[in-house]
């Protein structure tokens, strides 16, 4: 192998190296930070993660003395992603056991509804579309979550402690 040829080997491999050594390091911390953060939105849509979920994986993963790649992986799988227009439509179809969703087969919503399909939250049948017990699982938490935000009182300005 001539000098360039090494250089250039060592340039591919550097970042991935360089990224799993950062992962390898700073496990306790990303793991920490994991159960910490829940939700992350941006740009229209919304990542979930259930904390729960992400300890049983990452504890999974040290049973089974799994790759930190693989554990990442499983992590991403188990969030839950919805896009506004997704949260619209599995609100539309929450308490309803089918219905035809016309406003929701437009070219701006057809993409998010078979995003929908094919996440298994919707079926498709005969003349309509219905959740699926997974779809009105993600669509329960969703509400949920909206719902607790809701929950919180909010102070009027200026308010004045009876204390």
């Known amino acids: 192998m001539t000098i360039q040829a090494i250089t250039a080997l060592l340039g591919v491999l550097a970042w991935p190296v360089v990224a799993l050594a950062v992962l390898v390091l700073l496990r306790r911390e990303i793991t920490g930070l994991f159960g910490r953060v829940r939700e992350i939105e941006g740009a229209g849509t919304k990542v979930s993660l259930d904390p729960t979920k992400v300890e049983q994986i990452i504890e999974q993963g040290r049973k089974e003395n799994s790759p930190l ?43 998010f509804l078979e995003s929908l399909m094919a996440k298994r939250y919707v079926r498709k049948f005969d003349k309509g579309f219905a959740l699926t ?28 402690d009876g204390s």
């Open 69 to 111: 790649a693989a554990v990442a992986k499983r992590i991403v799988q188990s969030a839950v992603v919805l896009d506004k227009r997704e949260a619209r439509i599995l609100r539309a179809l929450l308490d309803d056991d089918g219905r035809a969703i016309y406003s929701y087969q437009t070219a701006y919503y057809r993409p």
């Open 133 to 160: 017990p997974e779809g009105q699982q993600v669509t329960k938490e969703y509400l949920d979550r909206v719902l607790q935000e809701f929950e919180t009182p909010v102070r009027p300005t200026g308010a004045v």
